[in-house]
């Protein structure tokens, strides 16, 4: 698994509250509602002991946690822990809403938000003032994020394996490596890379990758196509493992490399190294005549190994080892935007429509929080809700739609009786 597509969920915040200190010997305690805490972050971060995607697809939406409401005695909401989704080196991140790619992990624990959690609520210990000094109101915590995102993997690796199904790349990499690929005696058995990591002379390390089989029509996508052609891109170079008991191993390797160049001009000018495999069930004449074959086309960089019997492998890993010293990382040309969802817990959208001859619905995000907060047998409560309303233009857009006098207006839960201000100041 190299692609994959997760939705995320970050968690709303905890709702403050309307309470007040009723301590004795307390005169007119005043309020003490204590804040709602923080909703769960969401966070990617970079694992480098994970190499495919394939836990997500068992498990394909992620919820961090809401934040506990507030309490009486001024005491604040428990914020709750964020959510740290863990996802190999090399995955870059994409943004399905925008189609912008929002991040690139491409090194050991690196990580981006994702979805911020929702602030907690005020309580209503925020709300006094010198003119209001026992407020009837709080406020609701902010929401969560939720987002739709594709995980991408372009596995990042010093060494590339490449060469046609059954050239003998798996015994290669478990030969050089610690790596335990699956090996047997027919095409196809690599599905998915394998990474090995190899031992330098001074203690320190690269990565090989094995990447699955190419064939003749890769870059249209036949067999394993593009799926695999993506993992070549990260390596600094590649190591092309020829089968030298086929009828033609030259033409082969041009195959291949004839698919690279289709797919990409920067994946076919990567520096190469080809090492003839197989050579303990090569006559010594062939094997001249290959390497003869391989240098009338200019290519130079030429090895003759056996992964099975180990043959010339501690030459090929002296090369190798040269190589992944003098040539560098490669660079890559990704736009990462700058991710503005990440952080976007406004939700004051709204809408109204009317749902019969007397009934108005409002509905949307802040007003359906706001309205979760109300006890409707406080007024206090109630007309801050309605100031509210005709602050965000509520209250224009029913006129608008031709709400009369008496009709019934809901938000949530909360059913409530119109009838217009102009009548009151004609009345009074």
């Known amino acids: 698994m190299d692609k994959v597509k997760i939705r995320i969920v970050s968690g709303k915040g905890g709702n403050g509250i309307v309470a007040w200190r009723r301590e004795k010997y307390v005169d007119k305690g ?118 739709n995102l594709q995980l991408e993997l372009k596995l990042i690796a010093d060494v590339g394996l490449l060469g046609m199904p059954n050239a003998g790349k798996s015994t290669f990499i478990s030969r050089v490596s610690s790596a335990k690929p699956k090996i047997a005696d027919y095409p196809f058995t690599t599905i998915i890379p394998n990474l090995g990591v190899v031992k330098k002379h001074d203690h320190d390390a690269y990565v090989i990758a094995d990447i699955p089989g190419l064939i003749e029509g890769a870059s249209d996508g036949v067999g394993l196509g593009h799926d695999f052609l993506r993992h070549v891109e990260r390596c600094r170079f590649l190591l092309h493992i020829v089968d030298g008991t086929e009828e033609n191993p030259l033409e082969n390797y041009k195959i291949i490399n004839n698919e690279l ?76 935007e700058e991710d503005l969802e990440a952080t976007n817990n406004d939700d004051s959208y709204w809408e109204v429509y009317k749902a019969d001859k007397n009934t108005y619905i409002v509905d949307g995000g802040k007003i359906i929080r706001i309205s979760q907060v109300i006890n409707t047998r406080n007024t206090e409560q109630v007309i801050r809700l309605q100031n509210t309303m005709r602050a965000m233009g509520i209250i224009d857009e029913l006129k608008r739609i031709g709400i009369q006098n008496g009709d019934t207006v809901v938000v949530g839960k909360i059913e409530l009786e119109y009838w217009d201000d102009e009548m009151y100041k004609q009345e009074f």
Not at 59 to 85: P, Q, W, Y
Not at 317 to 333: A, G, M, Q
Request: a negative charge.
């Open 30 to 147: 005043g309020p003490a509602g204590g804040d709602g805490g923080n909703g769960g972050s969401v966070y990617l971060i970079a694992d480098e002991n994970m190499s495919t995607l394939m836990d997500f697809t068992y498990k394909t939406v992620f919820k961090a946690e809401a934040g506990e409401n507030g309490f009486k005695k001024s005491m604040h909401g428990k914020s709750a822990k964020d959510l740290f989704i863990k996802v190999p080196v090399g995955t870059v991140v994409k943004d399905l809403k925008t189609e912008n790619i929002i991040a690139d992990l491409d090194e050991h624990e690196k990580k981006v938000l994702v979805a911020k959690g929702g602030r907690g609520g005020r309580g209503n210990i925020h709300f006094c003032t010198p003119q209001n000094r026992a407020p009837q109101y709080c406020e609701p915590g902010e929401p969560g994020i939720e987002r």
């Open 261 to 336: 160049k289709k797919y990409s001009q920067k994946l076919a000018d990567l520096f190469q190294i080809v090492a003839i495999n197989k050579i303990d069930a090569i006559e010594p004449d062939r094997l001249s005549e290959l390497k003869n074959e391989f240098k009338k086309e200019g290519i130079d960089n030429i090895y003759t190994i056996s992964a099975v019997t180990g043959e010339n492998l501690d030459e090929l890993k002296n090369e190798l080892e040269h190589r992944v010293d003098t040539i560098p990382k490669p660079v890559f040309d990704y736009v990462v």
